[in-house]
C-alpha cells in the first residue's frame, strides 16, 4: 500500500484537511494517508523543515510527502518535487527542503510544469494532490515536470562555522510541544568543529557548559531523587540530530519552559563557543 504523510499550516478547525484527504482518496482509493502535523505556525518554512527532517526516516522507503505550507506559485516559489532518500517530497521551492539538502544530496529534482493541463479555477493544493497522487501510484518525476539541479536556500537554516573554527552561531528553528526550544545546530556539525575542546552554550542568564546524553543525565548525584532536579536547564542532542534547550520535566501550562522562563524564540541567536 502507499503512503502519503501531509504536512501542513492548516490547522484542524477549518474544512481544509479535511477536504485535502477526501481529494487524495477520490484520486487513489488505495493510499494510506498518514498526518505528520496541521499546526506548523503560518507559513513557518523553517519549521516545516525541522518537522519533515525529524519524520520523514520513520516511513517506509517510497513515502511520498506533501508539504502544504507556503504553496503559492508566484514569481518567487515554483513548485517542485524532489527524490531524496528514496523518499518523495512535494511543495514550493522556499527553502523548505534545504535543510534535508545539506545531509544527502538528492536522487532528482523537477520543477512541476502540469500546471496548464487543469481547468483556470484548479489551486496549487489540486496541482500538488495530482501530483502525489501520480508517485503514490509509482510514476515517474519526469512526467510532471522538468529535470533541475539546485533548489533555494533558506539561509536561517544553517548555522555558521566562525571563521576561526571557535564558535558555532546557530538558531532557534523550533518550539515543541513541551516547550523545548530546539536549534539549527546539528549533532554532527558539533563534532566536526569542537575537536574535543571545552565549550559553552552562550544564552541568558547563564551558559549551559554540558551537552547531555538524554533528559534523566541531569540527575547528576544517587542522593537525591530525579524530582530534584525538575524545573532545571539542560541541552541535549535530540532524536532528530539537533541541539535541543529544555527545562527538566517542564510543564509549559503550569511552570513554564525554556521558551517562556528562559526567553528564548523562534530565530534567537544560540552561540557554541569552544576554548
Known amino acids: 500500500m502507499s503512503i502519503i504523510t ?32 496541521h499546526d506548523i505556525d503560518p507559513f513557518n518554512t523553517a519549521e516545516a523543515s525541522y518537522i519533515i527532517g525529524a519524520s520523514y526516516l520513520s516511513f517506509p522507503k517510497g513515502t511520498v510527502h ?20 528514496d523518499h518523495y517530497f512535494i511543495c514550493a521551492d522556499n527553502g523548505i527542503l534545504s535543510m534535508l539538502t545539506q545531509k544527502i544530496v538528492p536522487q532528482k529534482i523537477v520543477a512541476i510544469n502540469i500546471h496548464d493541463r487543469f481547468p483556470i479555477e484548479a489551486t496549487d493544493l489540486d496541482i500538488f494532490i495530482q501530483v502525489a497522487t501520480h508517485l ?47 536549534t539549527n545546530i546539528s549533532k554532527k556539525q558539533f563534532m566536526e568543529v569542537s ?21 534523566s543525565a541531569i540527575a547528576t548525584s544517587d542522593k537525591y531523587p530525579i524530582k530534584t532536579y525538575e524545573g532545571e ?17 517542564s510543564n509549559p501550562s503550569k511552570v513554564g519552559s525554556a521558551n517562556s522562563l528562559l526567553g528564548l524564540n523562534y530565530r534567537d541567536v544560540i552561540t557554541i563557543k569552544f576554548s
Open 136 to 182: 503514490s501510484k509509482g510514476g515517474l518525476l519526469n512526467v510532471i515536470g522538468k529535470e533541475i539541479t539546485s533548489i533555494k536556500e533558506a539561509t536561517e537554516l544553517q548555522a555558521v562555522v566562525a571563521n576561526d573554527g571557535n564558535s558555532i552561531k546557530g538558531y532557534v528553528i523550533y518550539i515543541d510541544h513541551f516547550g523545548n526550544v530546539v
Open 66 to 85: 506533501l508539504i502544504g505550507v507556503d504553496i503559492e506559485r508566484n514569481k518567487e516559489n515554483q513548485h517542485i518535487a524532489m527524490q531524496w532518500n
Open 6 to 37: 501531509l504536512t501542513t499550516d492548516y490547522g484542524l478547525k477549518d474544512h481544509f484537511v479535511g477536504s485535502l484527504k477526501g481529494k487524495l482518496l477520490s484520486e487513489n482509493p488505495e493510499v494510506q494517508i498518514i498526518d505528520i502535523s
Open 233 to 249: 536547564k539542560l541541552a541535549i542532542f535530540n532524536e532528530a540530530g539537533f541541539l535541543e534547550i529544555a527545562i527538566f520535566r
Open 195 to 215: 575537536l574535543g575542546r571545552p565549550y559553552e552554550i552562550v544564552m541568558k542568564p547563564k551558559s549551559i557548559k554540558t551537552i547531555l546524553p538524554s533528559y
